[in-house]
C-alpha cells in the first residue's frame, strides 16, 4: 500500500487520512484489525445496505482502504437544513429497521447487551451517518455485532439524548429542543414501551465506556429514570 495523504478527520481509535481519487484510509492508531469490520461492510454492500465500499486492507488489518463518500453527517446535514429534521428522523429508524431485518454473519460475535441474531450497529446515531446525492450512508462499524435490535435502537435513543456537546447557554438550548424533536420524531417508529425495557441494561453497560463524561453518564441514568425502567 501507498503513503496516505493529509489527515481528514481523527476519531476515537482511528485516523482517515487522504488516498487517491475517491478513496481513504483509515489507520488505527493502537495497531487494531479492521478485518472483522471490512467483512461486515462487504457484507452489507452485497445485501443492498448503504455503505462504503472496501478497497484494500493490508496484512495486519490496521490500514483499511474505502470509498470516500460525499456528504455531511446527519447532524450537520439537519443544522443547514432545520425544517428537514422529522424526515431525516425517520430516515434514521429505517436504517435501523433495514439493517436489522439481516440475519448475523456467523464471523461477527454477540453483542456485548442483550441477545438475538439480527445485525447490529451498536452506534447507530446521525454522527455515523453520511447524507450526500446518493443518499444516506452509514460509517464506522466498529462495534458491529449479532444481537437484539431493540438494543441497538435503545442505544440510539441513549445517545441522541444525552450526548454532550461544547456551546454557549443558548446554544445548548437550541441543541437541547432540536434534539427532543429528533428523538420523539425517531421514536414514532418503534413501539416505545418495548424499547425501554432493555434501557437499563444498555445504560449500565455504555456507562462504562471511559469517552462518557460525567456529565453524559448523569443525563443517561436521569434518562432511565424518567423512562420510569424497573430494574
Known amino acids: 500500500m501507498r503513503a496516505p495523504g493529509i489527515l481528514l478527520a481523527s476519531g476515537r481509535d482511528s485516523d482517515i487520512f487522504e488516498y487517491g481519487p475517491h478513496q481513504v484510509l483509515r489507520r488505527s492508531r493502537e495497531g487494531r484489525s479492521q478485518l ?3 467483512r461486515t461492510m462487504e457484507y452489507l454492500r452485497i445485501q443492498g445496505y448503504p455503505v462504503p465500499e472496501v478497497i484494500e486492507i493490508d496484512d495486519t488489518g490496521r490500514d483499511l482502504v474505502m470509498e470516500r463518500v460525499d456528504g455531511v453527517t446527519m447532524v450537520d446535514s439537519i443544522a443547514k437544513a432545520p425544517w428537514t429534521l422529522r424526515r431525516r428522523a425517520r430516515q434514521l429508524a429505517s436504517l435501523h429497521q433495514q439493517l436489522h431485518a439481516l440475519e448475523s454473519p456467523d464471523f461477527l460475535r454477540a453483542a456485548p447487551v442483550g441477545h438475538g441474531g439480527a445485525l447490529v450497529h451498536m452506534d447507530l446515531h446521525p454522527l455515523n451517518v453520511l447524507v450526500g446525492p446518493r443518499g444516506p450512508v452509514v460509517i464506522d462499524w466498529t462495534g458491529a455485532a449479532r444481537g437484539d435490535p431493540a438494543v441497538d435502537v435503545v442505544v440510539a435513543w441513549v445517545l441522541m439524548s444525552t450526548g454532550q456537546a461544547p456551546v454557549s447557554r443558548l446554544e445548548a438550548m437550541l441543541i437541547r429542543a432540536a434534539r427532543g424533536l429528533l428523538v420523539r ?3 414514532r417508529c418503534f413501539d416505545r414501551r418495548a424499547l425501554a425495557a432493555t434501557m437499563r441494561d444498555v445504560v449500565t453497560w455504555k ?5 462518557m463524561s460525567h456529565t453524559e453518564v448523569a443525563a443517561m441514568w436521569r434518562l432511565v429514570e ?3 425502567v424497573s430494574g
Do not use: C, I, K
Open 36 to 38: 472483522t469490520e471490512a
Open 207 to 211: 456507562v462504562q465506556d471511559p469517552h
Open 226 to 228: 424518567r423512562e420510569g
Open 185 to 187: 420524531s425517531f421514536l
